[in-house]
Structures are given as C-alpha cells and as structure tokens.
C-alpha cells in the first residue's frame, strides 16, 4: 500500500464535519491521516487538566471509516497557560528578545519545565491511544526546530556549557578547539562561556559552531525523550517526526534520522525551478534513510500562505509533484492539510478540501492522485539505486554561515542544489551522503562545497578514490577540521594530495564579475590562484591558471574546479566525470525518468512528463495505472506522468 492522505485538524471545525470528513476521505482513497498535531490546548485546556474525549471521538471515526492515524503529540505548539505561568520557559533570541506565546514553538529547548510539561501530555496520550485500533504510528511534535532552532535564554547558556563539557572534559581542550588565544577570548571558567548572544564584532567561528550543533543536539535530545517515553509504553508502534529536508538547515538531519523508524519530510515548492529542488529534497530524505521508503508527511496540494506571492499549482503539477516524491523513494503522500481552514494563520494555504469544496480543481486532483497512488501499490518497499552521491555535512554548512569569510556569495546549499540541479536535467538519479558514510557502492562521488571536513572525512574520500572510484570536488572544500580550524601547508589543506593541487591565495569575485576559461566556460563568485603538483591540467583561466584539474590516485581519479561553474559549463564537466566514472547520462528536457526497484528484481519506471510538449522515451513493460503494454516507446503527453512496469 502507497500511504495518502494528510493532516486532519477537526478541532477546528463543528463536530457536524467530522464524519462528512471521513466519507469523503474515503471517496478520495486515503488511508492514513495525521491527528492532533496542534491539539495541546484543547487536549489540556488547564495546566493538569485533561480533556480527551473529542480526540476519542475522532479516532473511532478513522478506525471505523479505516483509515490509519498517525497520532501525533502536540507539544510543538504549547497553551497560552503554559508562557503566562513558566515565562522562563518562552525562547530568547540572540539580541535578549523574549518571543511570547501567540504563535507556535514558543518554547525554550533546553527548558526543563517546558521538557516536564510535554513529556506530561505525551505520556497521557501513549497511555490512552496506545491500543486503539486506528493507531499507526506516533508522528511526534512537528518539524523540530521549525521556528526555534536556537535559544540564548540563561537555561540554554546552562544546556550548552554541559555540552561542551561532555564535548571537550577540560577546559584547555575547548580554548583549543576555538582558538580563544585570539582577541583575548580565553577563558577561565566553565561559567564564562555564553551562546553567542549579540557582540560588537563577530563571534568567534568555534564557539558559533558549536552552538549550532548543540542547539540541533537539544532538539534531537526532545525528540529520543517523547520517542522513548512512547516507545515504552507502546513498543510495537513505529514513530518518526517530520523533517523539514532540503528546505531547513539548522537540525542535523543525519543525526535525526538514526532516531526515527522511518523518515518522513515535508516539502513546500520553491525557487526558480521548483520541481527540481523538490527532486533534491526527495533524494536528501531518501538518503537520510540508508536508501530505506520514506514518508512525504506533507506537501500542498496548491498555494501556500508564507512565500509573499503565493502561487497556485497548475493543472497536473500536484499529480507530477507526488509523483516525483513517489519515484525517489516516498511510500506515502500526504499533505498539509485534509480541510483547508477557516480562520487561523493558515486560513490561505491549500488543502486535499479546498474552501470551495469538491467541485473544484484541487478536488478532482486530489481524488485523481488516490486512484493512481492505489494502482501503484506495488510499488511499496522498493528501492531507488544511485550510482553517484554528492556529500552534505551540516556542520560545514553551518561553520561556513560564519559571515568573515573570503566571500559571502559562495553560499554552499545553493552550489550543492545547483550541481544535483544540472545532474537532474542529465538524468541523473543521485544519493546525498555523509561525507564519512560507506561510499564502496557507487562510482562517482560529488564535493560540491564541503568547507569542513573531519579528518575521518578526508580519509574516507581518499579510500573511495584509491579503490577505483571517481571524485569531482567544488572549490572550498577541504579547507577547515572540525573546529573550523584551517588546515595549513596550502589549500585545500584535507586533499591536496588526492587532488594533486595546491591553492595559494583565493580571489573571490564581485557580484557580476566572472572569469573566463580557455576552454570556453565562465567562472563567478570564486577563483584561485591554484598550482597542479601531480594533476594534469584539463582547463584554464585565459590568464592560464588551473581551472580544472584531474589527479590519478592508485585505482582511481579526482578531479577539481577552481571556480563555481554553473549551467551547461557545470553539465560539460559533470558529463565527462559521469562518462569517466561509467555513469549513464541520459537526458530528453524538462523530463524526468527514475526507477524503483524491488529486491526480487520487479522494477518500474516513473516517468513525469514537466515539458508542454509531448514526449516519447525508451521503456518495455505495462503501464502501472491502464494495463496497456509498452513495447519499446512510450508517449508521454505534455505535463502528464507515467509509471510502467518493466521487462527488460
Ligand atoms: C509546515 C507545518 C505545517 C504547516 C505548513 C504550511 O510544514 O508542519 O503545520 O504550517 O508548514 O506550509
């Protein structure tokens, strides 16, 4: 079974709806549904009181009408009562701004008193929904850190100061570490170390990262205590908390998704070519699951509330943009939300039920996708086989958002998209890896922009290059350890060697400058004044110095760009490492192609048709949703999606 549906918020809404709700669930073909989510001041309205009667009424109605729920705990969005009665518990920005009650998330991570409540209320629903028949998993708090990634308060300042000391032991080791013998930084007591609250000048580079891996540790630490206290009380039900992949950079999303039982993300369109980042934010999801299905928990069916100018799907892009979630590995498609509301700060953003009821567009859609998504059964538990990973690690993200640095404008998650981006429009299928995870099974290995690497890090691509595998790497990347310490002796200090490359001085480049290459491409944002030791010189400058670069390395090759490429001189490159590394490149515009796979060997080819135009591909099966065979060429009209079972 493909999971479908979405977030079910009848508490906003006259009892009368709820069952006309679950009836037109069910026309719709969906069979799963989110509950409670932002439920925590009707679940208990009075500090200590109780109230669960409604949210009984409305998972018998889903066990009765089958549809599973997945029931979350609604401690992302706590009472009024609970900032007017513990306003120690409310967050504090950088600047000492207390942020009220009002909205959601307006709690302190590292509150023991907020901790205490929530894990008050988590414990009274696991021991009340724990056996009932609709339960199908905990969908625990919602996206962490949405709106409070970090906290300055006097108890976060507390939090941190532990964390370090379990980090560091001593406090040598920490002045280490951040290189506080600079600008008179060092210091003496555990209690002198704040969160880098609003300074004069900038803050020093260790100290910030390392609050941004402890505030990402505080949320992870919320998360394992709700997940445990549920686990203990129901040990046979699954839990997860929706991620936020591809589209927020403050969690260490690889360090969450060890926690869950299964991934699930959500993802909201964005950018300039939407459904491509929506490509990357499926990937990233699948890869944070080893490769595992994974659950799109939320998507929209049409606008959104928060992009200023919020654009409506067009006909067929909610069924092309499921589609592609399913393709990369999704075994659910849900949404934000089942029934748009009424009133609220969401009152604008879409739904599976529009305002306007079902005689609408968004209806039919959303009926069309549960034929589909109940044809493509199937397709549940297979897995999606890339032969090519581009490296992310959040913490050299997070180190180079320190803002003295060579540049500003070499913004690291857009070089990363921007490479997946060209590699999409190659047809590409890629994994997003750890940089220190397993990296035997592939045969390319993208280093878009990997400023920090750990020493095991380093290693790990120069075992995977030794063994016969083949890396391009993006300029600044292998630049600093892991306390954002520069590695010394010429850049990039982690891979000189396997790079056969030595970097003396960065030049970056104005907005709109740019340099050119010999071989006819342009260059923006960086350049470097680079010397080939042992690397053959594939590119130039004009001006002759090294623009790219290819090294021989025992069983293997790395490659290197010594200035940020983007469009078709970024896909020349990436062409000729995919046909270096034996990577199959094949591309027809504006179409994307990507297969599943079971262990067994049953596959199927998803094919989604983005361009206006017709299309004809390669592909031998049966399609997945009408029966009819495909012997050898499929016609995909303009804008529609198809799934085929292969033979091959
Ligand atoms: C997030 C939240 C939802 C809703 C949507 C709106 O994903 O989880 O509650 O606010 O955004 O796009």
Redesign the pocket.
């Known amino acids: 079974m493909i999971g479908y549906g979405g ?1 079910w918020n009848p508490e906003q809404w006259p009892e009368e709806t709820w069952a006309e709700d679950v009836a037109l669930m069910r026309e719709a073909g969906v069979n799963q549904v989110s509950v409670g ?1 932002f439920s925590w001041s009707l679940v208990e309205p009075v500090e200590g009181r109780y109230e669960f009667g409604w949210l009984d009424r409305v998972m018998d109605l889903l066990a009765a009408g089958g549809v599973r729920a997945f029931m979350a705990t609604p401690t992302a969005a706590p009472p009024p009562w609970f900032g007017r009665t513990y306003p120690e518990a409310l967050p504090v920005d950088a600047d000492g701004r207390v942020l009220f009650h009002g909205s959601r998330q307006g709690f302190c991570p590292s509150s023991p008193v907020y901790r205490d409540k929530a894990l008050a209320i988590v414990e009274r629903i696991g021991e009340r929904y724990r056996d009932h028949p609709a339960l199908a998993m905990w969908h625990v708090h ?2 962490y850190g ?1 709106h409070n990634s970090r906290c300055y308060c006097d108890a976060s300042a507390a939090a941190f100061r532990g964390w370090l000391v379990a980090r560091y032991g001593t406090l040598d080791a920490l002045n280490e570490a951040w290189g506080t013998a600079f600008w008179s930084q060092r210091y003496s007591d555990w209690g002198q170390i704040l969160p880098p609250r609003a300074t004069p000048s900038f803050h020093n580079p260790g100290q910030q990262l390392d609050f941004r891996r402890f505030s990402s540790d505080a949320l992870l630490d919320l998360y394992r205590a709700e997940r445990d206290l549920l686990a203990g009380l129901a040990p046979q039900v699954p839990a997860t908390t ?1 991620l936020m992949a591809g589209a927020h950079w403050d969690m260490d999303y690889w360090s969450f998704a060890r926690e869950v039982d299964v991934v699930s993300n ?1 993802h ?1 369109l964005i950018g300039k070519d939407p459904h491509i980042d929506l490509a990357f934010a499926a990937d990233l999801s699948r890869s944070l699951g080893r490769g595992r299905p994974w659950l799109l928990m ?1 998507h ?1 069916t049409s606008a ?1 509330n ?1 992009q200023g100018v919020n654009r409506a799907k067009r006909p067929g892009e909610l069924r092309r943009n499921s589609v592609q979630h399913l393709a990369r590995g999704a075994d659910a498609i849900m949404f ?1 939300q089942w029934r748009a509301s009424r009133a609220g700060a ?1 009152k604008w ?1 879409s739904a599976m039920l529009p305002h306007a009821g079902t005689g609408t567009k968004v209806w039919r859609e959303v009926v069309g996708l549960g034929g589909l998504l109940k044809d493509a059964a199937e397709v549940a538990g297979s897995t999606v086989t890339s032969d090519v990973a581009i490296l992310l690690d959040y913490g050299s993200v997070w180190a180079q958002d320190h803002p003295a640095q060579p540049t500003t404008l070499h913004k690291p998650v857009e070089v990363i998209k921007s490479w997946h981006a060209e590699l999409w429009k190659l047809g590409v299928t890629c994994d997003v890896v750890h940089p220190e995870s397993d990296l035997s099974g592939y045969r390319l290995v993208l280093v878009p922009a990997l400023y920090l690497v750990t020493d095991h890090g380093a290693t790990n691509l120069e075992r995977f290059v030794a063994d016969g595998g083949t890396v391009l790497a993006g300029p600044y990347s292998g630049i600093a350890d892991e306390h954002d310490r520069i590695r010394l002796g010429g850049y990039p200090g982690a891979w000189r060697d396997l790079l056969g490359v030595t970097v003396e001085e960065f030049f970056p480049l104005e907005e709109g400058e740019s340099v050119e290459l010999a071989g006819g491409g342009i260059g923006a944002v960086w350049s470097e004044l680079a010397h080939a030791t042992t690397a053959t010189v594939l590119d130039t400058y004009v001006t002759g110095e090294p623009a790219w670069t290819r090294n021989e390395w025992e069983g293997g090759a790395a490659h290197y760009l010594t200035t940020l490429l983007a469009g078709a001189d970024l896909a020349r490159v990436l062409g000729a490492v995919c046909a270096e590394a034996g990577v199959p490149v094949s591309a027809t515009p504006g179409v994307e192609m990507v297969r599943r796979a079971h262990a067994d060997g049953r596959g199927y080819l998803f094919v989604i048709n983005h361009s206006g135009a017709d299309v004809v591909v390669a592909a031998t099966g049966v399609g997945l949703s009408d029966g009819d065979p495909v012997d050898g060429e499929l016609t995909v009209p303009a804008g529609e999606v198809r799934i085929v079972r292969e033979t091959r």
């Open positions: 977030d989510i919602n996206e949405c929706n959500d909201y939320e929209s959104v928060w934000f969401e953003h």
